[in-house]
């Protein structure tokens, strides 16, 4: 029997074993989507009609789980359904670039015109869509106490559309589209001295050092121990930042990890993963983030959990890339 998706009225037939996001886009109905893996909530949609499966609210509020919601970049339906777009993004519209610099051998910072109407928690996400419709997600680096602009780290991928033109082409004026702010990976009050771990690797920090300060800035006595892993000691960045930021606040704890170089302290060489679970002593009463390289996240998330940290006090981003 063929299977149909119905969008806003219109139908559009799928094969089993495509995804929503897939039949749509073949039909000529233009949808957003950043990271076509789940993880951006860029292709979020609703169902009004038909039950779509479980593995396409992954990662979902229970909220949006009740209401029908799902990722469409990830919906196999095995059965016709109805669906529109979830318009679940607080602000939409466009932002321009104030300035653009380098702050990294491979990491550019670039600071947008911030809407007045742009409400965020440091650590948030948020989509950028360029002018022709090449949509990406980034973390917000800056705090939401700066009012006119937001800053976001943009490292550069090698033959990437979105970030080899922030690193050679944008230039300030240009206009792009955005979409957030997005995700929960935040620091919330409530717990001031229960120990914060943030782990993340190359631009990873840019959230983590934003979430970091904000738990500071709002009076946070508990420990805060932060690890930048790279591949080597040339490739981290920010580390001026850190540095005052712990000077500033004797609670924190800032560990530069990179996988090569001579082990100059206090720089630690080896692998991330077995350096954090090293000293990750305790663990049940401690607040863990973790953003950046996915399959570091993905792995450090499920040694971490199985150490005896609650999924609810587990915060992950990671940075899935298109696939493509
Ligand atoms: C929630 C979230 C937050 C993110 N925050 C940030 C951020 O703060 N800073 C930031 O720089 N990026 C961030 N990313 C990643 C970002 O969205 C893009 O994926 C990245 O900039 C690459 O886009 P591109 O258009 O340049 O590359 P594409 O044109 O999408 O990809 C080109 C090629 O590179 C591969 N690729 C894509 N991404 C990567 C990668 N990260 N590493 C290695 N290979 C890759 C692709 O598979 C493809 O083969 C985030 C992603 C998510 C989902
Ligand atoms: S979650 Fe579907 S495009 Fe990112």
Redesign the pocket.
Known sequence: MDLKIKYQGRAAPFSRGDTVLEALERSGVPVSS??RAG??QSCLMRATEGVVPAAAQAGLKESLKKTGHFLSCICRPDQNISCEPAHSAPFQGPVHIQEIRPIGPDVVLVQLSRPAALEFIPGQ?VTLKRYDG?A????IASQATQDDTIE????L?P??????WFHTQAQPGDELWLEGPK?DCTYYPGQPDEPLILVGTG?GI?PLYAIALDACLQGHTGPISIYHGALSEERLYLVDELSTLIKSYPNVNYVRCVRNGPATSPVRVGELKDIVMAELADPKHKRVYLCGDPGLVRILKKHIFLAGVSMNRLHA?P??????
């Open positions: 950043s990271c993880a951006c996400f090449v990406r997600s980034y973390s976001i780290h943009v490292r991928v033959q990437g559309q979105l970030s080899s995700g631009t840019a981003d940075f899935v890339g298109t696939g493509s």
